[in-house]
């Protein structure tokens, strides 16, 4: 079972890296007026979201199995995947903003790079918040 968890622990990781960039690809978008740099923006954060999408899927179905094997309970096992449902949300809305940047024109998201900086740490909140149940299992 160590393992599974080492490499849970691995993916987690690895698609929370991408939580956290793709979001910082949006804030250069929302400022970026030349047309060359916001197609090479574009080619990276679309790389980069079918990547991180191709991550979670690992993260995900090791999760279920350590919950599956350790048979883990309490109060903070539910807080945690409400968390990590949160964060699959979060994942899909910024594919969601991905495929409004790609149509550009009034499809483009209304939103400042001032907002996308904030929607930014929203995955470090949830990191942390999820990594702090995990550990300290508070309840």
């Known amino acids: 079972m160590l393992w599974i968890k080492a490499f849970h ?7 929370f890296a991408g939580l956290f960039y793709l979001p910082r ?24 979201y079918r990547f991180t999408s191709i991550l979670m899927g690992p993260a ?9 094997g350790y048979g883990f309970k309490g ?11 949160l964060a699959i949300g979060y994942h899909h809305a910024c594919g969601s903003l991905l495929k409004k940047f790609e149509q ?16 930014n740490e929203v995955p470090v909140i949830l990191l942390t918040a999820i990594t702090i149940l995990v550990v300290v299992q508070p309840f």
């Not at 622990?9 to 698609?15: G, L, Q, Y």
């Not at 179905?61 to 599956?68: S, T, V």
């Not at 499809?107 to 904030?118: D, E, K, L």
């Open 9 to 15: 622990i691995v993916f987690i990781a690895s698609w």
């Open 25 to 48: 690809i949006f804030v250069n978008l929302a400022l970026e007026t030349d047309p060359t740099a916001t197609a090479r923006l574009l080619l990276m954060a679309r790389k980069l």
């Open 60 to 68: 995900l179905l090791l999760g279920i199995w350590l919950w599956l």
């Open 75 to 85: 109060g903070w096992l539910h807080a945690k995947l409400a968390l990590v449902v």
């Open 104 to 119: 550009g024109g009034a499809a483009r998201p209304n939103r400042s790079h001032v907002w996308f900086r904030w929607f």
